[in-house]
């Protein structure tokens, strides 16, 4: 009997314990919210705003979960070109990344919506620093005693800017000869981004070396102005700038692309084969609201364009850019 009984109250147990497993509540998100995984690949020098933007894009949307990756903006989009990389949002600090590289296979449309400067960083135990300034900066770095360090301008279009304003400086100072004299020196130091100079630069592995005036001030640098002329930063130059040219990779093995020199602008797209469309409609959204995105990039000292220029303008979906504060 007993053992009847130990039988009986197992099968209730058993029946009692299967219906608390079969009656839980899932929590089963609506079809209409925006969910998921979103990718998004952006540019080195937007590091420290994009994490502040990661983080409130996923407050707002606290279903979906940014899985990002950062690097110069050329690696970034090769990734996609190259590599097959899947990915949902690019977020470039040259919008002619995106234009050429991207362009009309992998996007068909792209956002500008800021602008920087070029300067030259330093840190307290750079050498000649209580010299340097705006006008003399590059005798102090043809000095033996100094060395500097510039990005790559096949992974970061900062290195190809790095170029163009060497060139622009020779004209500028009027000085025969001094691209050559400076681009062909610590050319050892020459790194993918500008994430792993700043890294040098902490290690006093170098004195100076050359990024966006936004990522010195973020990072709590000294650093020296260079004049609009030739910094990369100024509208009212843009003619000045396309006297000097230079060649970088394109997706093609051995064929180049010729870049002028131009006013610094960056841009964001959305890749046609994203996965998730509508996360990725939504972070754009979200990143162009004056008061959400872009406050936080204006915050971090990248400065804002007067307005946003969608390229081209008839690209976007309408119910997109009717969200997109001009």
């Not at 360090?149 to 100072?173: F, H, N, Q, W």
């Amino acid at each position: 009997m007993k053992i009847v009984l130990i039988f009986f109250i197992g099968l209730l147990f058993t029946a009692f314990s299967c219906n608390i497993i079969t009656t839980k509540k899932v929590e089963v998100i609506d079809s209409t919210e925006v969910q998921g995984d979103l990718v998004l690949f952006y540019a080195s020098s937007m590091l420290i705003p994009m994490q502040d933007i990661i983080r409130d894009f996923e407050l707002e949307y606290p279903h979906v979960k940014v899985l990002s990756e950062v690097s110069g903006s050329r690696t970034a989009v090769l990734k996609i070109s190259e590599l097959n990389k899947p990915c949902d949002v690019v977020v470039s600090s040259d919008y002619q990344v995106i234009k050429n590289l991207l362009m009309p296979h992998y996007a068909s449309w792209y956002i500008e919506f800021a602008t920087n400067e070029l300067v030259l960083a330093y840190n307290d135990r750079s050498h000649a620093k209580q010299q340097i300034n705006s006008e003399n900066w590059y005798q102090i770095l043809l000095n033996d005693s100094v060395n500097f360090g510039r990005s790559d301008p096949d992974s970061d279009p900062c290195g190809m800017r790095s170029v163009l304003t060497i060139k622009l400086a020779e004209e500028y100072y009027e000085e025969f000869g001094l691209k050559d004299q400076l681009l062909f020196k610590n050319k050892k130091l020459i790194r993918h981004s500008d994430i792993e100079l700043l890294k040098m630069l902490k290690k006093h592995e170098v004195d100076y070396i050359f990024v966006y005036k936004s990522v010195a001030i973020q990072n709590g640098l000294s650093f020296v102005e260079l004049p609009s002329k030739i910094n990369l930063g100024s509208a009212d130059e843009s003619i000045f700038y396309a006297t000097v040219n230079m060649k970088v990779s394109s997706n093609n093995p051995g064929v180049y692309l010729l870049r002028k020199g131009e006013q610094i602008r960056y841009a964001l797209t959305m890749l046609k084969e994203a996965n998730n469309k509508r996360a990725a409609e939504a972070f754009i959204v979200f990143f162009t609201n004056k008061n959400k995105g872009l406050r936080i990039i204006e915050d971090s000292k990248i400065q804002l364009l007067d307005s946003l220029y969608i390229v081209p303008h008839d690209s976007l979906l309408l119910e997109l850019s009717t969200k997109i504060e001009r």
